[in-house]
């Protein structure tokens, strides 16, 4: 039997003519942090959608804690204990940022099973240095607050796996270490997580292991520390060189 987590087996996306995802077989188990990483455009946020029921697939499965969750409705997802964060999070306009937090919580009064953060509502605004805007308006915050106070959200839910689109975009580089901080408390305590990311030392810092996807296929599954001597990954990043801090993109 399969100790996975999450088992995506010949995945593949199509919009219309436009092949997006093709053959895409990933898995990841409790206690792992794996990176979904490659080149803008190369189908990461798709793939993100379509394992977390935004987007139906064109083919393939999702299994989640051993059930099939291929093309399931997002709510019930969400029910299993996976919860995502999106690229460009959007806030509603009537809430304070307490309480956008304050709903990530299932209003059941369930929880997944298995994981034990202990994501209470004051420490979540402090671990990412929201306090002082707990009372603000959810849509008025930066770029970078708005991305904080998303994975603070799916935090506090407990998930069994968290599944984030860029967290560490707009975000000032003295909190990326935080995050990495939380994430690693997180994972520690039963949690699992698949993060789509492009800097290259979070990365480093976080992921027990990356997988690397260009055009829509996977081309490398790794350590970390393995990415700049894969040919293929130096390739499909091109400029050869891996910039400090971030792989050159095309
Ligand atoms: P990444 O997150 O790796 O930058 P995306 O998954 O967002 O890439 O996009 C992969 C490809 O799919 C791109 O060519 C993008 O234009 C295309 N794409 C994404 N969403 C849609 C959509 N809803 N309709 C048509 N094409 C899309
Ligand atoms: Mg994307």
Known sequence: ???????????????????????????????????????NG????TALNVIS??????????????????????????????????????????MTVREVIKAGKRTDGGRFASVSFGADIDTLLEEFKLSHVAGNAASALSGGQKKLLSVATALRAEPKLLCLDEPTAGVHVSLRSELVDVLRRYVARGGACLVVEHDMLFIRDLCTRCIVLDRGEIIADCLPSELESNPRVV????????????????
């Open 53 to 94: 029921g935004f987007l139906p697939s064109s083919g393939g499965s999702v299994t989640f804690d051993g059930k099939d969750i291929s093309n399931a409705p997002v709510r019930a997802i969400t029910d299993l204990g996976l919860v995502r964060t999106f690229q460009l999070p959007s806030m509603p306009h009537r």
């Open 1 to 39: 039997m399969s100790t996975d987590l999450l088992t995506v087996r010949q995945l593949a996306k199509s919009f219309g003519p436009l092949s997006v995802l093709e053959n895409v077989s990933l898995s990841v188990r409790p206690g792992e942090i794996v990176g979904l990483l490659g080149p």
């Open 42 to 45: 190369s189908g990461k946020s």
């Open 235 to 250: 390739e499909a990043y091109l400029g050869k060189a891996v910039e400090k801090g971030g792989m050159v993109q095309r």
